[in-house]
């Protein structure tokens, strides 16, 4: 390959001792100019796979934190439910009028004193930990 660009150089003119090198430099820089492109396209090839992994293992780690959220919004309706039940079953026994404040306050701190997370009870709301019950 050397020797036919060899002779097509000095078919152009360039002289005989200096064709030879020519044709080197041109092989050379041919091979490199491929080995530069091979590299480019393997290197962009790796970096598609990598974008490709990376955003699999985003969206699978967001679904794992969207059903963990939707897990702990669902426990914490539970809890809130049975906290509601609480109350009303402690009142069931109270005629429909409503409760006065201070029969609020000693049923919201006897709950609590049972162990009832009283926090999550709205009418509980503004009743101070430690306040105890009346007689």
């Not at 006065?100 to 006897?110: A, F, K, P």
């Not at 004193?113 to 009418?123: A, K, N, R």
Request: net charge positive; proline share 3%.
């Amino acid at each position: 390959m050397i020797a036919l660009i060899a002779y097509w150089l000095i078919g152009k003119g360039v002289g005989v001792r200096a064709a030879r090198p020519i044709a080197w430099a041109i092989v050379i820089g041919v091979a490199l100019i491929l080995a530069g492109v091979g590299k480019c396209t393997y290197d962009a090839n790796v970096i598609t796979t990598h974008e490709a992994k990376t955003s699999a293992k985003l969206e699978r780690t967001g679904r794992q934190a969207d059903t963990s959220a939707a897990q702990r919004a669902a426990a914490r309706r539970r809890a809130e439910a049975t906290a509601r039940k609480e109350f009303d079953n402690a009142t069931a026994g109270i005629p429909d009028n409503g409760l006065t404040d201070r029969q609020r306050i000693d049923l919201c701190n006897e709950l609590r004193d049972g162990g009832v997370d009283t926090s999550l009870i709205p009418e509980c709301s503004d009743v101070r930990a430690g306040a105890q019950a009346a007689p």
